[in-house]
């Protein structure tokens, strides 16, 4: 039976040691601030901006929440980007993707100053990535390394699979695992006999966001399984794109959905707006 790896507690003990740091922080008067853009109504948005809210207060992090309407130009929100960038209490800036089809989300991504990009989605900041140095690491792929990191099994020289290929996880993820000297492979939907390539893989980080499509034959006895994918299966339950109950007992590793990666996202968006606070050393406006 594997492992489960409890992304909760993970992120609990990360959470702890950040909040000294913002204390100690707040005690050489900096207080790192987040501001949180969201546009329109999206309900998933609206769940996920009110936890990285919540996750501000938690730590001491003072958050500043803009809601602006459905209808918003992208010439408004690149003001108010604008504005942001310029404010010193204001260290980080997330813009709750997706974005209104009237707005190009490439345009604000770019419009958002690197240092203050704590999606870290900036093209200099995925370039400093790729290079292998880099201030801020995308926050779910930055997550994932840290539930690895939590099982103890060393990555170097390991042969690492990860499915999906998005600009937010699977590429990002798969070079944080190439810097970490895994033996890399990346899979998509174009990937020929998917089982094949993901059964060679000692560690296999799944990103499709289809409902339970890894089974236990696709997966080798005693891998390290991470689940990225977060999705409703027929019945409405949250689910991820692992197929738990045939593969929890071929793993050795396994993270719940929920209760996996999903906490750990919010709580490296803490930690690169407490980088991004300290890099930029500005005090309290
Ligand atoms: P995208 O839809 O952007 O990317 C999905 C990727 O999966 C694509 O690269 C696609 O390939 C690949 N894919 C689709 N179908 C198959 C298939 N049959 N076989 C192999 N590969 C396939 O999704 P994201 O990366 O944004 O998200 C993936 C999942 O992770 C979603 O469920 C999302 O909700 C979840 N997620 C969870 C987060 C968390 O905090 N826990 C954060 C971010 C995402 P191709 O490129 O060829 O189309």
Redesign the pocket.
Known sequence: MAVMIDGKAVSARLRQKMAAEVAAMKEAGVVPGLAVVLVGENPASQVYVRNKIKACEELGIRSQDYRLPEDTTQEALLDLVGELNRREDIHGILVQLPLPGQIREEAVIAAIAPEKDVDAFHARNVGKIVQGSYNFLP??PA?VMELIRSTGVPVQGKECVV????????KPMALLMLHENATVTI?????RD?GEVTRRADILIV????AN?ITKDMVKPGAVVID????RDENGKLC??VDFAGVEPVAGYLTP?PG???P???TMLMGNTITAAKLQGRREG
Do not use: E, W
Request: aromatic share 2%; charged share 10%; with cysteine.
């Open positions: 926050c779910t997550g499915v999906g290929r998005s600009n937010i996880v699977g899979c998509h939907s174009r990937t998917l990103a499709i966001g289809k499509f990225v994918g977060m999705n991820g794109d959905v996996g990666v999903g750990m996202t919010i």
